[in-house]
């Protein structure tokens, strides 16, 4: 496939190998923070093809597992009204909350269905007119202007029954947390492709200048991901700090300003809590006045009490790159993704279920 | 899930066109990419385009990973 194909041969891997090689460098921790970069580095084997001093760490990079268990449960309570449809992306279903998850309400006999597009959730509400139906507005900057334009169709074609579940969250200020927190020494970011798409590379400058770290924004075929070790490799060798675009066949330093424009004409920023990372300021983004009839939140109250977590699941501190998947007690041995305990393990993306399908990288 | 998949553009008809992703025709929402036109690739997001994959921005990446440096 055009675009695809070209990215993945091998001889260009082994030659950018050999440029990285060439780095005899003290140790270096490179994070990624997208789910789909951490499947590309599992799948590939990529981790065990690079020398020992260059360390791959999985951060915040999932949204499925970065969603607060709060929040995890809201959905949860959703399900349970009778009047009501539940549409979701997929990796939602299975992620277990305090005491049961979409699927087992879905057994319970909750109106739940996967949707590929926003626009499939509008659908089902033209159809189901004496239904309400809520869309689990999970993702980061990739997916808010896609819900954005679906809560502007619904406000368009007057589609009454319509609501979103808002749990969108922003990349930057997750990656200020972690710095902050100097829990993990980073010294270099992998930059999400295509939530960088949306915001564009300046959206990192402050990365780059303020906490001095490379930041390399990466498409997803295994050569791009080689290629951006390489540049951040570089970077630290000449001891710079700057935002380079690797994936620039798609990334533009301003990004795609329409979709940006649909996010802040629905949506304002908000303080919001991470799996793990906990609260984050203006770290997330709600529904602005104008479209709070479309709030599922104000609109049902979905009531939780005491949300949390099997005690043993460390899928909190793996999110922030401080434990590896192999580190938790249950992974393997009663968690796994037939039985997932936590969401690392849920999510096609999580860092557990990336553990678990190819090994430890 | 920010996945998103390179498609071709096959037929357009306002904010919709028809996109070829990896052989199967689908249909998809292109108001966030302006003055595209068929043939043209755009990555697929939730059913949506997100942007343009320009062709020449691709081949060049392609070289830049042979450079031996």
Redesign the interface.
Known sequence: ????D??RKRS?AQ??LE?IK?FDSTMVNLMEV???HTMVIFKQGLKGMLPENVNLLSGPG???CVTSQEDIDKTIDLAKKREVIITT?G?MVRVPGTSSSLEEEKGNGADLRVI?????ALKIAKQNPGKKVILIA???E??S??IA?SVLDARKEKIENFYIFCSHKLIPPAMKGLLESKEVRIDGFIC????S??IGGNAYRFIADKYNVPCVIT?FEP??VL?SI?MLL?QIKENRAEVEI?Y????HPRG?R??QG?ISEVFEVCDVRWRGLGNIPKSGLRLKNDFSKFDAEKEFRPRIKNSKQNPDCVCGDVLRGVKRPTQCKLFKKVCNPEKPYGPCMV?S?GTCAAYYKYGGG | ????I?A?ILKINGNLALVDM??VNREA?I????NLRVGE?V?I????A?????NK??E???R???E??
């Open positions: 496939m055009k675009f695809v070209e990215f260009i030659g950018i440029k060439r997208c789910g789909t999932c949204p499925v992306f990796d590929y597009s926003p626009g499939e999970v993702g980061f990739t997916t202007p896609v334009a999400p492709g295509h939530v798409v949306v498409g050569l791009d290629q390489y570089k690797e620039f066949r798609a990334v795609n329409i979709a649909l999510s993306e | 899930m920010c996945l998103a390179p071709r990896a052989g929402d108001r966030m990419v302006k690739y990555l997001h939730a059913g949506f997100i942007e343009k994959v320009a921005d691709a060049e990446t392609l830049l990973f042979k031996i440096a």
